[in-house]
Structures are given as C-alpha cells and as structure tokens.
T-cell receptor, first 116, second 114 residues
Framework: GAGVSQSPSNKVTEKGKDVELRCDPI?????LYWYRQSLGQGLEFLIY????????KSGLPSDRFSAERTGGSVSTLTIQRTQQEDSAVYLC??????????????FGPGTRLTVL | AQSVTQLGSHVSVSEGALVLLRCNYS??????LFWYVQYPNQGLQLLLK??????LVKGINGFEAEFKKSETSFHLTKPSAHMSDAAEYFC????????????FGAGTRLAVHP
C-alpha cells in the first residue's frame, strides 16, 4: 500500500517568509509525528498527534513553529518568519496504535527546507 | 530522561566483513529500542525493534541486534557486509512502546568498500 507522503520534497524560501509543509500519513494510522533532521542537531522530535488527544508539542523549538492535523489525517507544519537555522529536512512519520503491542513509526521521504 | 549514544559517527568495513554498529541507551523505565536505516535522500526505514519479548532480535537484510540490560546496549550486527548496506544507521529509544516520540542517536554512517 501507499506509504507516508510529504510535499513539497524541496522548498527554498527567503528569510522572514512563512512556509507550510504537508504530510499525508498511511491510511488508518492514528498517530502522526514530525521530526527535524539537521547537521548540527541530528534527528529531533517536534510534535506528536494521537487521535483526538491534545498533541504533544514539547519538541517545537519556538512559537514560530505550529502544526495541525485535520480530520485525523493530513497534517501541516507551519513555520512563520523563517530563519536560516530552520534549514533542515523535516520528516513525518505515522503509526497505528494497537492495544498490547508496540507501534512502528513509518517515515516519509522528508521535505528539505532551505532558508536563504 | 532518555538518551541514546552511538559510538563512531563513521564506520568502514570491507565487503564480506562483520558489521558492528554500537548503541548504548539511558532510560529510567524499561526501554523499547529501534534501529533505523536511511539511504541517501530517503526517509528512515525500520530494521528491527526490541520489545522485551526476546533479547536477540532479527531484522531485515540479515541484521540483528542483542539487548543487554547489564550493559545498557543494543548493538547492531551483520555477519557479512554487502555494498548495498552503505547507509546511515540510527538507534532510537522510546519509553512507551513506540506510542510516543523516538529519541535518536546521532547516527553512524557505514561505508562498505570492495
């Protein structure tokens, strides 16, 4: 079946502009995660959505970052007033939360963001 | 707090040689441990995961890892390296069976030479 998809695959923007990154999780997956992969910081957790529960935003680096998940499916990560340090690959993952078992997070190919 | 340390940011082996990628974790609760592989310009792919069912875990592509609580380690091995194994490998820990965020190590880039 189809995996996690992300768009765009590459985004180049100017400092100070806003950007939106999109993630389409695997159909039926209830959990969705955003991570950031950068040279200096490695792989960092950003935010986690699980069903209708309040999201875990503990990894968002500043209030310029926000994310939403509409209808329990597609998610959008928004970065306002982008800075050069926001340049990174943004990875989305989804999983199916099952009772009594463990989740496997399936990752998308990522969006490479370059802030000039 | 949980953390993961991967010893060796770069490892180079000959084709056919043993692959050993090291991972040590820190966790105050029983951990769930994962190894992911990332090929160039691709996302992460799960190799294997430890879920407390068995300490020796077998994954895809001939990889396996052994959970050693006394050493807080979860090293990844493969008996015979193949050129196609060249990639970056990440060890990760979760405290809630993967129901929660993954904490990743810094990664180890594996090079395989003829």
């Amino acid at each position: 079946g189809a995996g996690v998809s992300q768009s765009p695959s590459n985004k180049v923007t100017e400092k100070g502009k806003d950007v939106e990154l999109r993630c389409d999780p695997i159909s039926g997956h209830t959990a969705l995660y955003w991570y950031r992969q950068s040279l200096g910081q490695g792989l960092e957790f950003l935010i986690y959505f699980q069903g209708n529960s309040a999201p875990d935003k503990s990894g968002l680096p500043s209030d310029r970052f926000s994310a939403e998940r509409t209808g329990g499916s597609v998610s959008t990560l928004t970065i306002q007033r982008t800075q050069q340090e926001d340049s990174a690959v943004y990875l989305c993952a989804s999983s199916y939360r099952r009772t009594g078992g463990t989740d496997t997070q399936y990752f998308g190919p990522g969006t490479r963001l370059t802030v000039l | 707090a949980q953390s993961v340390t991967q010893l060796g940011s770069h490892v180079s082996v000959s084709e056919g040689a043993l692959v050993l990628l090291r991972c040590n974790y820190s966790s105050s609760v029983p951990p769930y441990l994962f190894w992911y592989v990332q090929y160039p310009n691709q996302g992460l792919q799960l190799l294997l995961k430890y879920t407390s069912a068995a300490t020796l875990v077998k994954g895809i592509n001939g990889f396996e890892a052994e959970f050693k609580k006394s050493e807080t380690s979860f090293h990844l091995t493969k008996p015979s390296a193949h050129m196609s194994d060249a990639a970056e490998y990440f060890c990760a820990v979760s405290d809630l069976g993967g129901y929660n965020k993954l904490i990743f190590g810094a990664g180890t880039r594996l090079a395989v030479h003829p």
